[in-house]
C-alpha cells in the first residue's frame, strides 16, 4: 500500500490557491476573489496512478512575518507538520508581489514547488515567462498552469510526486541566500552561530531564518525563543536591538523595512535576467481595467451596485414564484394525509404542528434561497464583489471602519444570503484591534440566510405586490442600521482613528457552470442540512414548549361537555351538517388557542408582552422570538407551529403568510415592526459562540446580545409608535 503524503498550498490572496485545491480534490471548497475568506485551512484528498496525498489548503497570505491570523496559521502548519511539499501558488501575471511570499519560503529550506498559474491571463495582457530560466534562478521547479481549467496539472503532479519521493532536492540555502546589506548580514552571522551552537528549537525552523525573523522583530518568533532558551533569547534580542539602532542612526530606518527592500531587489535582480518579455505596452488599459472605469466609477459604480442589487431581488422572486407554491402544496398535503392517517394525540400534534409546520415553513423558502445563492456567486465568481468593497470604502471610513470590513458585511450576508459566522472570522483580517471589535460586533446586522425566509414570510404576507423593492429597501436599511451602529461603538467604547486600507482587485472572470453549481449547492445544502437537524430539533422542543403541561382537567371537561351539547342539536339538511362542523371546528380551536396559552411556551410568551406591546407584538410573536436565539430559522418554523396550534381559519391547509395576514394580532405595521427586530436583535447562539471566541472574551459575547436586542427593540418601538400616531 502506498504511504499517503502530506501535500501543503500557499500563496498569496487571488492567486487561484483554493481553485488549484478544487481541481485537484474536486472538494466543495468556496473560491473566494478576495482577502479574507479561507481563514483556516481546508483538506482534500488527491488520489491518481497510485499516488495518494492530503492536500491542505492553508490560508491566503501575502509572507511569512506573523502580522496576522493567516501568516501565523500558514506558518506554522509548514513549520510544525513539515508537508511533504509545499506547492506556492503564483500568480502569473503579477510575479513581482507573488514572489516576495515565494522568497521567504525559500529561506525556510522545504520541498517546494512553484505552480504559475494563470499563464492564460499572462498572455492575454502580452506577458511572455521564460519558465525553464525562472526554475534555475530560484532552485525550485517552476511549472505553469492553468487551475480553473486543468492545464498542466497532470505536470505538477507529477513533480510533486517525484520530491515527494525524495527525487528532487529542497532548495539549497546557499544558492538563495538573499543579502540584506552589510550590517544585516553581520548580524545575522553572528546571530546563526549562535542558534546553530545551541540547537535553538531542536531545528523546528533554519538557523538563519530564526535570525531574520528576530531581526524583522517577529513578536509570535520571539516569544517562542525565549520560552525554549531564555538566556540565549534575550543575548539574540540585544543583538538584534544593536544593529536596529545602528540603522535607525545612520539611516532612518529599520530593519524589516530594509529586510523587505533587499527582498525586493532580490526578486528584481531574477525579473531583469530576461525573465519577463512584454509584447505589449506596460501601461496599457487591459479588460478589467476599462470594465473597472465604469464600473467602479465615483458616480456611477454605486448606482449600477444598486441596480444589480434590486435586479437579483426581482429575478430571485419571479422565478421562485412557482417552485414555492409547489413546495407549499407538498407540505400542505402531507399534513392532511398524517390528519387522516393517524388518530388526536401528541404524536399526531408533534408531527402536524412541531414538525411539518415548523421545518417545512422553513423548507418552503429553498428554490428562493437556491436562486439567490446561485445569483451572489455569480458576483463572487466574476470578481465584482471585491469591486462592491472597492466602492464601500469611502463609506465606511465615515463610519470608522477599515476598508476591509466590508468583506466581513458581505460574506454575512451584506449582498443576500450569507451568514455571520464565517462574517465573524472574516474580521481576523483587520489589525486594528477597535475596528475590529466594531466590525465584528456588528456583522452579525446583515440579512444573512436564516432571515432571509422572515423577510420572504412577512414581505410575501403583507406586501406581495412590491416584494422585490421592499426585500431590496430591507437590505439597504441592514447596511445603514449596521454602520451606524458601528459608528456608535466607535464613538463611545471603542474610540480611535481608522486606519489605511489597500486592496487588491482580481481580474473578472467568467464564471464557470460547474463552479456556480458547486457554490450554489453548498450553500443550499447547509440551510436543508440546518432545517433538517438543529431546526427539527428546536422545533419539537418548542413544540414540547407549547403543547404542555396542556389544559386542566376540569377544562377538559368543560370542552367535552360543550362539545357534547353542539352534537346534540342535530339536523340532516346539508346546511345543518356544514354549520355542526364549523362550530364543532371553532371550539376545537378555541381548546388549542387555551391550551396553548396554558403552556411554558405560551405563559413565557404572554409575560412578555409587557414589555412588547410596544412594538406591537403578541404572545405568539413572543414565543417566536424566543426561538430565534438559538437560530433565525427557527422564527418562521415556530410561528408556523404557535399559529398552527392556535388556528382560527376553518380551512387547515392555510399557508402561514395567509394565516399571519388574516390574523387580527397582525397588520403591515406589525409586520415591518417585526421585520425590524428580527433583522436587528441578538445573533443566534452559534454566532454568539464565534464572537466569543474571536474576541477571546464572553463579556464581548454578552455584550453582542444586549447592545443588538436593545438596539432592534428601541427601532421597532419608535417605528411602531410612530405609525400609530400617523394612523399608518
Known amino acids: ?44 484528498e488527491y488520489r491518481k496512478d497510485g499516488f495518494e496525498a492530503v492536500i491542505i489548503d492553508l490560508p491566503g497570505t501575502y509572507s511569512l512575518t506573523a502580522y496576522s491570523e493567516e501568516e501565523v496559521v500558514a506558518r506554522d502548519f509548514i513549520a510544525n507538520e513539515k508537508p ?66 486543468g492545464q498542466g496539472l497532470d505536470a505538477l503532479m507529477a513533480i510533486v510526486q517525484e520530491m515527494a519521493a525524495g527525487r ?39 538557523s538563519r531564518w530564526i535570525a531574520v525573523k528576530i531581526v524583522e522583530n517577529d513578536e509570535v518568533l520571539i516569544r517562542e525563543v525565549a520560552a525554549a532558551d531564555p538566556e540565549l533569547g534575550e543575548r539574540l534580542r540585544l543583538e538584534a536591538e544593536k544593529v536596529a539602532d545602528h540603522l535607525l542612526k545612520t539611516c532612518d530606518t529599520y530593519p524589516e523595512a530594509v529586510i523587505a527592500d533587499h527582498r525586493y531587489g532580490f526578486i528584481k535582480g531574477i525579473l531583469k535576467s530576461g525573465i519577463i518579455t512584454h509584447h505589449y505596452d506596460k501601461n496599457r488599459l487591459y479588460t478589467s481595467d476599462k470594465i473597472d472605469k465604469v464600473l467602479t466609477h465615483r458616480f456611477a459604480g454605486p448606482l449600477i451596485m444598486l441596480v444589480i442589487l434590486f435586479s437579483i431581488y426581482q ?12 413546495i407549499e402544496a407538498v407540505f400542505s398535503r402531507l399534513s392532511g394525509l398524517v390528519d387522516a392517517l393517524l388518530a388526536d394525540g401528541p404524536l399526531k400534534s408533534m408531527l402536524i404542528s412541531g414538525v411539518i409546520d415548523g421545518v417545512g415553513g422553513v423548507m418552503g423558502f429553498v428554490p428562493l434561497i437556491m436562486l439567490m445563492f446561485f445569483c451572489i456567486a455569480i458576483l463572487e465568481d466574476s470578481g465584482y464583489l471585491a469591486r462592491v468593497a472597492f466602492m464601500m470604502d469611502r463609506i465606511f471610513r465615515i463610519f470608522g471602519l477599515h476598508g476591509s470590513s466590508v468583506m466581513a458585511f458581505i460574506v454575512s450576508g451584506g449582498i443576500a444570503g450569507g451568514c455571520a459566522v464565517p462574517g465573524v472570522m472574516a474580521t481576523r483580517t483587520l489589525r486594528s484591534p477597535k475596528e475590529r471589535m466594531a466590525t465584528l460586533l456588528t456583522v452579525p446586522f446583515m440579512n444573512c440566510g436564516a432571515k432571509l425566509p422572515i423577510l420572504a414570510l412577512l414581505i410575501g404576507a403583507f406586501f406581495a405586490e412590491h416584494q422585490a423593492l421592499y426585500m431590496f429597501s430591507f437590505t439597504l436599511l441592514s ?74 382537567p376540569e377544562q377538559k371537561a368543560g370542552f ?59 404572545w405568539r410573536t413572543n414565543i417566536a422570538l424566543l426561538g430565534g436565539f438559538a437560530a433565525k430559522e427557527v422564527v418562521v418554523s415556530t410561528l408556523g407551529t404557535a399559529y398552527s396550534m392556535g388556528e382560527v381559519d376553518p380551512e387547515a391547509s392555510t399557508s402561514l403568510g395567509r394565516r399571519l395576514a388574516r390574523d387580527a394580532a397582525w397588520n403591515p405595521l406589525t409586520a415591518i415592526s417585526a421585520l425590524l427586530f428580527m433583522m436587528f436583535y441578538a445573533p443566534c447562539f452559534v454566532t454568539v459562540v464565534c464572537i466569543a471566541r474571536e474576541s477571546g472574551s464572553w463579556n464581548w459575547a454578552l455584550f453582542s446580545i444586549l447592545y443588538s436586542t436593545a438596539f432592534a427593540f428601541i427601532l421597532s418601538t419608535t417605528v411602531y409608535q410612530s405609525g400609530r400616531l400617523i394612523g399608518f
Do not use: C
Not at 5 to 11: F, S
Not at 562 to 587: N, P
Open 1 to 44: 500500500m502506498n504511504k499517503v503524503v502530506i501535500l501543503a498550498l500557499t500563496g498569496n490572496p487571488n492567486a487561484g490557491k483554493t481553485t488549484l485545491f478544487n481541481s485537484l480534490t474536486g472538494a466543495r471548497q468556496h473560491v473566494g476573489n478576495y482577502p479574507g475568506v479561507t481563514v483556516e485551512r481546508k483538506a482534500g
Open 84 to 149: 511533504a511539499v509545499v506547492v506556492n501558488i503564483v500568480d502569473a501575471a503579477n510575479l513581482e508581489r507573488n514572489l516576495y511570499l515565494t522568497s521567504q519560503l525559500l529561506e525556510l529550506k522545504i520541498p517546494l514547488v512553484v505552480a504559475l498559474n494563470m499563464v492564460d491571463v499572462a498572455k492575454d495582457r502580452g506577458i511572455d515567462i521564460k519558465v525553464e530560466k525562472l526554475s534555475a534562478l530560484l532552485g525550485v521547479p517552476v511549472l505553469p498552469i492553468v487551475a480553473r481549467s
Open 168 to 206: 528532487i532536492a529542497p532548495p539549497d540555502p546557499a544558492k538563495v541566500k538573499i543579502s540584506y546589506g552589510e550590517d544585516i548580514d553581520q548580524t545575522l552571522l553572528l546571530m546563526t552561530e549562535m542558534i546553530r551552537e545551541k540547537a535553538l528549537l531542536n531545528g523546528k525552523y533554519p
Open 315 to 326: 429575478i430571485t422572486f419571479s422565478l421562485s414564484e412557482l417552485p414555492l407554491a409547489g
Open 479 to 552: 447596511w445603514v442600521v449596521a454602520l451606524v451602529a458601528a459608528k456608535i461603538l466607535r464613538l463611545t467604547v471603542l474610540r480611535g482613528a481608522p486606519t489605511p486600507f489597500v486592496m487588491e482587485l482580481p481580474p473578472y472572470r467568467f464564471p464557470t457552470f460547474n463552479g456556480l453549481m458547486i457554490h450554489t449547492w453548498e450553500r443550499t445544502w447547509q440551510y436543508i442540512k440546518k432545517a433538517g437537524t438543529v431546526i427539527l430539533m428546536i422545533s419539537i422542543v418548542l413544540w414540547a414548549m407549547m403543547t404542555y403541561p396542556g389544559l386542566s
Open 560 to 618: 367535552a361537555a360543550e362539545r357534547a351539547q353542539v352534537t346534540q342539536v342535530t339536523g340532516q339538511s346539508d346546511k345543518d351538517r356544514a354549520a355542526l362542523k364549523l362550530r364543532l371546528v371553532e371550539i376545537d380551536n378555541r381548546q388549542q388557542a387555551l391550551r396553548l396559552r396554558n403552556s411554558v411556551a405560551g405563559k413565557i410568551g404572554i409575560a412578555m408582552e409587557k414589555v412588547t406591546w410596544l412594538s406591537g407584538f403578541e
